[in-house]
């Protein structure tokens, strides 16, 4: 076995062959997972978000049961493409030499660069279809072994960033199982992999009709496009933002912290841009003091029919009021208004965030899964 790192797309690019088999062996194990795989990212999507990362440096390698000696020559790059010029011909391996490769397996590492000291790098494995095991199945020796030379790969990228002091993946995990009886779950506890944190994977239907909510006339519904809203709420707005980073369950997974300020809010807005990202929100402000907001968005090339749920925020003094239950109620008004195709906004919650757990229920969740998040410290 071997472990080769790949090359991020630019944007602008289209997708290698390597990027076409990872995408849809993720979908394959989201939809395994839930029934559907409408959690899964799209391969525009994936495309987009490796593009135009904001803050966040992200390494990708897959690893093939070749020794190397079967793969197109690579001049002086031993990496393969994830993306190609847009004018090459995707069926010519000298444009693609990942074309006739059989991939095993693929990791993620991302690490938040907003910490001058980033103390953990976050990782995602993805087994090829050929080794994901089928419902109810233990993992066979082969996909352990890949397993294995994933992690350990992940290792030697952590080590490259001597603050890192812990590894953090998320798997996802159908309604009627648990980390101890989900085969990739349940290896990554033998490897020391402790649970972090469990999150309900949901949805919430969006109605036919949705309307704003009904305020007190105390109040204001400000409903914004991409991610700066009108500029007397911007700076309240960062304050709340600014709060969620503490405010946001997060069990015992690592906390990485978003400094919150126009400039990154400009970077966002661009970045969506670029990606072709249809992004919206909605805030609740009592003069120009923002006490509740919540935001959506609808990735590129994403199912017509989905959205996904961002953050959503009531500020500690505004809270016992109803703007919990009100903001989300606007957020699905402001998703039939500039989203009509959209049926359903997807979301996580975590199991220890009683209150907007409580919300979702009132607005008909339907939970599908799990997603469990672990944790491995490093020595």
């Given at each position: 076995?071997?472990?080769?790192?790949?090359?991020?797309?630019?944007?602008?690019?289209?997708p290698?062959?390597?990027?076409?088999?990872?995408?849809?062996?993720?979908?394959?194990?989201?939809?395994?997972?839930?029934?559907?795989?409408?959690?899964?990212?799209?391969?525009?999507?994936t495309?987009?978000?490796?593009?135009?990362?904001?803050?966040?440096?992200s390494?990708?390698?897959?690893?093939?049961?070749?020794?190397?000696?079967?793969?197109?020559?690579?001049?002086?790059?031993v990496?393969?493409?994830?993306?190609?010029?847009?004018?090459?011909?995707?069926?010519?391996?000298?444009?693609?030499?990942?074309l006739?490769?059989?991939?095993?397996?693929?990791?993620?590492?991302?690490?938040?660069?907003?910490?001058?000291?980033?103390?953990?790098?976050?990782?995602?494995?993805?087994?090829?279809?050929?080794?994901?095991?089928?419902?109810?199945?233990?993992?066979?020796?082969?996909a352990?072994?890949?397993?294995?030379?994933?992690?350990?790969?992940?290792?030697?990228?952590?080590?490259?960033?001597?603050?890192?002091?812990?590894?953090?993946?998320?798997?996802?995990i159908?309604?009627?199982?648990?980390?101890?009886?989900h085969?990739?779950?349940?290896?990554?506890?033998?490897?020391?992999?402790?649970?972090?944190?469990?999150e309900?994977?949901?949805?919430?239907?969006?109605?036919?009709?949705?309307?704003?909510?009904?305020?007190?006339?105390?109040?204001?519904?400000?409903?914004?496009?991409?991610?700066?809203?009108?500029?007397?709420?911007?700076?309240?707005?960062?304050?709340?933002?600014?709060?969620?980073?503490?405010?946001?369950?997060?069990?015992?997974?690592?906390?990485?912290?978003?400094?919150?300020?126009?400039?990154?809010?400009?970077?966002?807005?661009?970045?969506?841009?670029?990606a072709?990202?249809?992004?919206?929100?909605?805030?609740?402000?009592?003069?120009?003091?923002?006490?509740?907001?919540?935001?959506?968005?609808?990735p590129?090339?994403?199912?017509?029919?989905?959205?996904?749920?961002?953050?959503?925020?009531?500020?500690?003094?505004?809270?016992?009021?109803?703007?919990?239950?009100?903001?989300?109620?606007?957020?699905?008004?402001?998703?039939?208004?500039?989203?009509?195709g959209?049926?359903?906004?997807?979301?996580?919650?975590?199991?220890?965030?009683?209150?907007?757990?409580?919300?979702?229920?009132?607005?008909?969740?339907?939970?599908?899964g799990?997603?469990?998040?672990?944790?491995?410290?490093?020595?």
């Open positions: 076995m071997q472990i080769l790192p790949m090359t991020l797309p630019r944007r602008g690019e289209q290698a062959a390597l990027a076409h088999s990872l995408v849809m062996a993720d979908a394959l194990a989201t939809a395994q997972a839930f029934g559907s795989d409408d959690h899964a990212a799209s391969l525009p999507q495309m987009a978000n490796w593009a135009n990362a904001v803050r966040s440096e390494t990708v390698a897959v690893a093939i049961d070749e020794d190397g000696s079967d793969l197109p020559a690579l001049g002086e790059s990496a393969l493409p994830l993306g190609l010029p847009a004018d090459a011909d995707p069926d010519d391996t000298s444009h693609d030499p990942g006739l490769v059989l991939p095993l397996g693929w990791v993620e590492t991302i690490l938040h660069t907003d910490d001058a000291l980033p103390e953990q790098l976050d990782v995602k494995f993805t087994l090829s279809e050929r080794l994901l095991p089928l419902p109810g199945e233990p993992l066979a020796a082969a352990e072994e890949v397993l294995a030379a994933l992690l350990a790969h992940a290792r030697t990228v952590a080590a490259a960033q001597p603050s890192v002091r812990s590894l953090e993946t998320w798997v996802d159908g309604a009627d199982s648990s980390p101890h009886n085969p990739v779950a349940e290896w990554l506890l033998r490897q020391g992999f402790t649970v972090g944190l469990e309900l994977v949901a949805h919430v239907p969006v109605p036919q009709g949705a309307a704003d909510p009904t305020l007190e006339e105390r109040y204001t519904l400000h409903r914004f496009r991409n991610a700066i809203p009108a500029e007397r709420y911007v700076d309240s707005l960062l304050e709340l933002y600014q709060l969620s980073e503490d405010e946001v369950p997060h069990g015992d997974m690592t906390v990485y912290r978003t400094t919150w300020n126009r400039e990154l809010l400009d970077t966002i807005q661009q970045a969506n841009i670029a072709g990202r249809t992004n919206g929100g909605v805030l609740i402000a009592e003069g120009d003091r923002v006490l509740a907001a919540s935001v959506f968005g609808q590129q090339g994403s199912r017509p029919h989905i959205a996904s749920q961002g953050v959503t925020i009531v500020h500690p003094d505004a809270r016992g009021r109803g703007l919990g239950l009100a903001i989300k109620q606007a957020a699905l008004a402001a998703v039939a208004e500039m989203l009509p959209v049926t359903k906004v997807m979301t996580q919650n975590a199991g220890i965030n009683d209150a907007m757990l409580h919300v979702n229920q009132r607005l008909g969740m339907v939970v599908e799990h997603s469990t998040g672990f944790r491995l410290a490093l020595d």
